[in-house]
T-cell receptor
Framework: DQQVKQNSPSLSVQEGRISILNCDYT??????FLWYKKYPAEGPTFLISISSIKDKNEDGRFTVFLNKSAKHLSLHIVPSQPGDSAVYFC???????????FGAGTRLFVKA | GAGVSQSPSNKVTEKGKDVELRCDPI?????LYWYRQSLGQGLEFLIYFQGNSAPDKSGLPSDRFSAERTGGSVSTLTIQRTQQEDSAVYLC????????????FGPGTRLTVT
């Protein structure tokens, strides 16, 4: 039972363009959503998050959008840079935020 | 300050042997998590500890898996009678208790069962 789904295993984008990574969830009890970035042979690092009371959160080149009615969130990276090439995990948690469910990840390639 | 550390970084073991994986969380973090990432898969939740509360073990795949957290700090994940399907990267993370949504991950332990 995949409660958090990232249906695109990989995405390739040209440097300077926008990268859009998508995530869907099924559990309506989730109220906090996070994106993590992972380089090979390293642990994931936190990137950006959004609470269910918001529909947008922005941090520099990174923006997360949340559509609660569609149970869908997306991460926008603008402009994309080669250093953004990594695996991006979408994650969700319910009230309390301790048990977090991760998606399978999307591998982003940013071509110079 | 120091981040989350895990040891060993790599472990190769024979099928049927027991293994212990260690995690040192960030000082002051009261929540500690274990995840597993099999080849080509996402992060699979295994267990978390929060302060002195009973751990949430709902993600442990079988009774061969167990974990302890001593003194509210260091944690050990033990896998008994290892099987080849246990081969994966085991990741540990920690976070603050309050508003502790952001987790800080260690580099992981790559376990290979031959």
């Amino acid at each position: 039972d995949q409660q958090v789904k990232q249906n695109s295993p990989s995405l390739s984008v040209q440097e300077g363009r926008i990268s859009i990574l998508n995530c869907d969830y099924t559990n309506s009890m989730f109220d906090y959503f996070l994106w993590y970035k992972k380089y090979p042979a390293e642990g994931p690092t936190f990137l950006i998050s959004i609470s269910s009371i918001k529909d947008k959160n922005e941090d520099g080149r990174f923006t997360v959008f949340l559509n609660k009615s569609a149970k869908h969130l997306s991460l926008h990276i603008v402009p994309s840079q080669p250093g953004d090439s990594a695996v991006y995990f979408c994650a969700a948690s319910d009230t309390g935020g301790f048990k977090t469910i991760f998606g399978a990840g999307t591998r982003l390639f940013v071509k110079a | 300050g120091a981040g989350v550390s895990q040891s060993p970084s790599n472990k190769v073991t024979e099928k049927g042997k027991d293994v212990e994986l260690r995690c040192d969380p960030i000082s002051g973090h009261t929540a500690l998590y274990w995840y597993r990432q099999s080849l080509g898969q996402g992060l699979e939740f295994l267990i978390y500890f929060q302060g002195n509360s009973a751990p949430d073990k709902s993600g442990l795949p079988s009774d061969r898996f167990s974990a302890e957290r001593t003194g509210g700090s260091v944690s050990t994940l033990t896998i008994q009678r290892t099987q080849q399907e246990d081969s994966a990267v085991y990741l540990c993370a920690s976070s603050f208790a309050s508003g502790g949504y952001e987790q800080y991950f260690g580099p992981g332990t790559r376990l290979t069962v031959t």
